[in-house]
């Protein structure tokens, strides 16, 4: 059990008046930081409610493609894999893909290599992971149709 409040009543009834408003403003400090803090909470948690109470729209629609003939937001489709090859290997094959499908500015540099295709980027990094290697492969550019194409057939051939 905690003493101080009776020694604060021991002393207040003693006549240790300073002692209590020590207290009492000390008290009034703490009451304000907390209410400042549950004001802060309730504020963020409305406008956080409000962010995520918008609704995406549909997939079907998103992915259409009269939306995205003509969108400067660029697509971005990703995989990754674990192959039973050493990294570097995984980085020459990566290599000979791109330019076998025909990407330009194929570009390696140690384990990470790039290239270009009408408009569209790709990468392909390779990474050591316990006698094998895991290798990361991103698409972006414009047309969704044509960045998963792209995407698929990089990591088939992986």
């Not at 009034?28 to 995520?52: R, W």
């Not at 025909?102 to 790709?122: H, L």
């Not at 698409?139 to 960045?147: D, F, L, W």
Request: aromatic fraction near 10%.
């Amino acid at each position: 059990m905690n003493a101080y409040p009776v020694f604060i009543a021991i002393q207040y009834a003693n006549g240790d008046k300073q002692l209590f408003k020590r207290v009492a403003k000390h008290s009034k400090e703490v009451f304000s930081a907390v209410a400042i803090g549950v004001l802060i909470a309730i504020i963020s948690a409305v406008i956080l409610e409000y962010i995520y109470s918008v609704k995406a729209p549909n997939e079907t629609v998103l992915f259409s493609e009269g939306i995205h003939a003509n969108s400067k937001v660029p697509q971005l489709w990703s995989d990754h894999k674990l192959l039973n090859i050493p990294s570097n290997k995984c980085a020459s094959n990566g290599q000979l893909i791109l330019k076998g499908l025909g990407f330009n500015s194929v570009i390696q540099n140690n384990q990470y290599i790039y290239g270009n295709f009408d408009g569209n980027r790709a990468v392909i990094k390779c990474v050591d992971l316990a006698e094998k290697s895991f290798v990361y492969i991103a698409v972006a550019g414009s047309n969704v149709k044509q960045v998963e194409k792209l995407r698929n057939e990089i990591s088939w051939k992986l």
